[in-house]
């Protein structure tokens, strides 16, 4: 299996990132395997574009939530990667484990 699991849509909470914030994040490697997507579909010109990345963003987006990595963005990248038979990929991770960590820390400080 290429991805963790095929998922149907966005289970976490809106985040709000413009693609100017997640150019601020430092892309990383992710294993394929550790993926989730968020997209059931895949347009084939999509992938087999040469110039697919040239309006977007070279890395694809991932987003951490409950301790799983959803892929939200980027899965002809992914499955590209795949294709050439690489176990990772590149990507941008937002932890959105890690900001609501740190919401309720702040939270708690907070109160009395």
């Not at 694809?60 to 590209?80: F, K, N, S, T």
């Amino acid at each position: 299996m290429i991805f963790k699991a095929v998922g149907d849509g966005k289970p976490y909470p809106e985040h709000g990132l413009t693609y100017r914030d997640w150019a601020q994040i430092p892309p990383r490697q992710i294993r394929l395997d550790e993926l989730i997507t968020i997209k059931r579909e895949l347009a084939l010109d999509a992938l087999l574009a040469e110039e697919s990345t040239f309006y977007g963003d070279l890395f694809p987006h991932v987003v951490r939530w409950r301790g799983d990595l959803y892929l939200e963005d980027g899965l002809h990248r992914a499955l590209r990667a795949a294709l050439h038979q690489r176990s990772t990929v590149h990507g941008r991770v937002l932890d959105l484990d890690d900001s609501h960590t740190r919401t309720d820390r702040e939270g708690e400080k907070s109160t009395p």
